[in-house]
């Protein structure tokens, strides 16, 4: 019913999966970035800080927060999407 022969058998202990050997095994990308320990691919990166320099630009510029916002956002999305297509593409 529970299985208890099976937690007994060393075999079983040792094929586990765990968080720290699928990171080992996972592909990474040339072009990544840590933040926080998380790696991040460049062209995401990338994307948001264009955002954030167009948010505070616009922002200044305008000095309206929606304006700023909407602009940061959509030339944020369109980067991250053309960056991720052209990265897909290249590899």
């Known amino acids: 019913m529970f299985r208890v022969a099976e937690n007994f058998t060393e075999s079983y202990r040792e094929s586990m999966t765990t ?15 840590s933040i ?27 000095a309206s927060a929606g ?3 909407l602009s940061a956002a959509g030339v944020t999305t369109a980067l991250w ?3 991720g297509a052209f990265h897909r593409s290249s590899r």
């Open 19 to 33: 968080a720290e050997r699928f990171q080992d095994a996972q592909a990474r990308p040339a072009s990544t970035i």
């Open 36 to 62: 926080a320990g998380v790696p991040w691919p460049a062209y995401k990166v990338f994307a948001l800080l264009i955002g954030a320099f167009v948010l505070v630009t616009v922002g200044v510029v305008t």
């Open 81 to 83: 999407l053309a960056l």
């Open 67 to 69: 304006p700023a916002v």
